[in-house]
């Protein structure tokens, strides 16, 4: 069974930079595309960035674009999720999935893990 364990959220000042990690405990890990996707409190879960399974492609979606940066080491099973310039509200709860990336879209089909906090003070 994937289990998904993302790690690298805290508190950061506007303007800062955390690097997310996501750990998938999987044989299968390399033959999936992975999204990377944040809920703030009150808000539903949102699509951030993808990355297709041998990273030859990545998809964004527009309000993270210039300062989010998806990318993964397949060797280590890991996706990594890089933000910068961040905002008060990029406060949310962040969290990884597998999925299929199409043209335009994500679709996730795995079972979520805790995901990791991220707050931002401005």
């Known amino acids: 069974q994937m289990r998904l364990v993302e790690s690298g959220g805290g508190l950061v000042q506007a303007g800062g930079s955390l690097r997310l990690s996501c750990a998938h405990s999987g044989r299968t890990f390399s033959t999936y595309d992975m999204g990377w996707y944040r809920q703030a409190p009150g808000k539903e879960r949102e699509f951030l960035a993808a990355i297709t399974a041998n990273s030859g492609r990545t998809f964004y979606e527009e309000f993270v674009k210039g300062r989010f940066t998806i990318s993964r080491d397949s060797a280590k099973n890991m996706v990594y999720l890089q933000m910068n310039s961040l905002k008060p509200e990029d406060t949310a709860i962040y969290y990884c999935?597998?999925?299929?990336?199409?043209?335009?879209?994500?679709?996730?089909?795995?079972?979520w893990g805790q995901g990791t906090q991220v707050t931002v003070s401005s």
């Open positions: 999935n597998p999925g299929r990336l199409g043209d335009n879209d994500y679709a996730s089909f795995g079972t």
